[in-house]
């Protein structure tokens, strides 16, 4: 595929998630009348199907990151060059602010919104970080193992970490930003986003500090196996 294929493939893809995540935020509050863990469970579910969807259908045009912190791991490892990958962010940035605007248009909401939801302290940000820990560990280990299973394994990791985390799991800079614009279900105060944004990164680097080790632990013994192999 092209390269204007997969920029397009991850702003379209990247809307459609967060229209599917702030949307089914709405409809099941409103269905709900006042009970959260029936709007939760309706927000859940429908993102995780929404996610498998999106997966398996775009990921042979882009790789389906939807995320900058996927694809930032996906540079390190080779797999996406540096100025893919600024590419990359900026169509998911872009196509997560549209897909907020329009889930409103959807609802006949107004489109410009800020976000109100108060998502701050410790717990949110530890929330954060195991959540964007765990989704990165998927997908690697997903990959490792069968990789037409990432799409199932990313659906079901994220419909189960919205209700295992305090802070329901955003684990992507791209959504976080997007959910700072509005004030529905899904919403968060624009205040409390850096943090988010900062655990989020947080788990990233981790992730890959961990990788290097590993690599350099690899190495080493690698080296040392050739070295003792040569020795008479």
Wanted: proline letters at 3%; hydrophobic letters at 55%.
């Amino acid at each position: 595929m092209t390269r204007r294929a997969a920029l397009i493939a991850e702003l379209v893809g990247t809307a459609a998630l967060l229209a599917i995540v702030v949307g089914s935020g709405i409809m099941g509050e409103r269905l709900a009348m006042g009970n959260a863990a029936v709007a939760l469970l309706a927000n859940s579910l429908a993102t995780g199907a929404g996610l498998f969807v999106l997966i398996s259908t775009l990921a042979p045009i882009s790789g389906a990151h939807f995320n900058p912190a996927v694809s930032c791991l996906l540079c390190w490892r080779g797999e996406l060059s540096k100025g893919d990958l600024v590419a990359y962010i900026a169509m998911q940035v872009t196509g997560a602010v549209l897909g907020v605007w329009l889930a409103h248009a959807m609802f006949d909401l107004p489109i410009l919104q800020a976000g109100a939801k108060v998502r701050t302290g410790t717990g949110q940000w530890t929330s954060e970080a195991v959540a964007t820990l765990g989704l990165l560990a998927t997908i690697l280990l997903g990959l490792k193992a069968n990789t037409k299973s990432v799409p199932a394994l990313v659906a079901c990791y994220i419909t189960a970490a919205y209700w295992f985390t305090a802070s329901t799991s955003f684990a992507n800079p791209a959504v976080t930003i997007a959910r700072s614009l509005t004030d529905t279900f899904a919403g968060i105060r624009w205040l409390d986003m850096p943090g988010f944004i900062a655990a989020q990164a947080a788990a990233t680097l981790f992730v890959i500090a961990m990788l290097k080790l590993n690599f350099a632990t690899k190495s080493a013994e690698n080296e040392i196996s050739t070295t003792a192999g040569s020795l008479p």
